[in-house]
């Protein structure tokens, strides 16, 4: 047989689009409220049904390549794991906590992984071909094009919808404290300036999301992460400089 790798979603996949889901600092929301916030669970419900729909095609192309070249004989601990697999997709519905989703998907991806290495095991068995295997997987996805575009959509959707609230919020929190600031006679100017670069940088987030360009906003959230820093360590100047006593809620609700 020659050694072809198997072409399905990476177990760590699903894990890499959870985390970007998961806030990037939950400015003036508690971690607690954040949590169970609905915009956020949305989010990564979304995304979960996304994976999970991809997975279970791809799935079920292996499977049914495993099956017509073992007779069916190879394929029972792979529909076993699918079947657990996709349990898990469903139960996320339900959920309605970050925490849970979270826990349910680092079980999905182990399901993964562990169908993955099984079907490797079958394919050497019964002397199938990794190429046979791939085509298999990719007419399964095919077949599903149309769910699988909606599902991604609707995942955008939502995870946009969760960032710009987050950072609708955050933005608030930052001026109304340079409010207080300047309302105590700070030159606040320096710090200000930043926050018309953040305010900059989340035009190009809402760009990379109008655009569904993961890179656009991973580069924009990156941006939004330093300034954040800046904008924090320049409003900690100010306020040991003028021995200005930070209130709990101002010294969670700088970020971007």
């Keep these: 047989m020659k050694h072809t790798k198997i072409m399905l979603l990476g177990s760590c996949c699903l894990i890499f689009l959870i985390a970007a889901v998961m806030p990037a600092g939950a400015a003036g929301i508690s971690a607690n409220s954040w949590d169970t916030n609905a915009s956020h669970i949305a989010a990564m419900q979304a995304t ?3 994976a999970g729909a991809l997975g279970e095609a791809q799935m079920n192309g292996a499977i ?16 076993s794991l699918e079947t657990d697999f996709s349990g898990l997709v469903t139960s996320v519905t339900g959920m309605t906590s970050a925490d849970q989703i979270k826990a349910a998907a680092t079980q999905m991806s182990s399901d993964k992984k562990e169908f993955m290495s099984d079907a490797k095991d079958e394919l050497k068995e ?10 298999s ?13 909606t599902l991604k959509s609707t995942a955008w959707t939502d995870r946009e919808t969760a960032r710009m609230e987050e950072f609708a ?7 109304n404290i340079l ?17 018309n670069q ?20 991973k580069a924009a959230n990156q941006q939004l992460s330093t300034l954040t820093t800046q904008f924090r360590d320049i409003v900690k100047g100010y306020r040991q400089s003028q021995h200005v006593s930070p209130t709990s809620t101002t010294t969670s609700a700088i970020q971007g």
């Design 126 to 135: 019964y002397n199938g071909t990794g190429k046979a295997l791939h085509e």
């Design 48 to 50: 979960v049904a996304y």
């Design 64 to 79: 049914t390549y495993i099956g017509s070249i073992s007779n069916g004989a190879g394929t029972s601990e792979l529909s």
């Design 169 to 175: 919020t955050n933005d608030q929190n930052r001026n």
């Design 137 to 149: 997987v990719n007419a399964s996805v095919e077949q599903q094009a149309g769910t699988l575009a």
């Design 179 to 195: 409010e207080k600031l300047s309302a105590k006679g700070i030159d606040v100017s320096q710090a200000q300036a930043v926050e």
């Design 198 to 217: 953040i305010e900059q940088q989340g035009a190009a987030l809402q760009t990379g999301f109008d655009d569904q360009n993961a890179q656009e906003v």
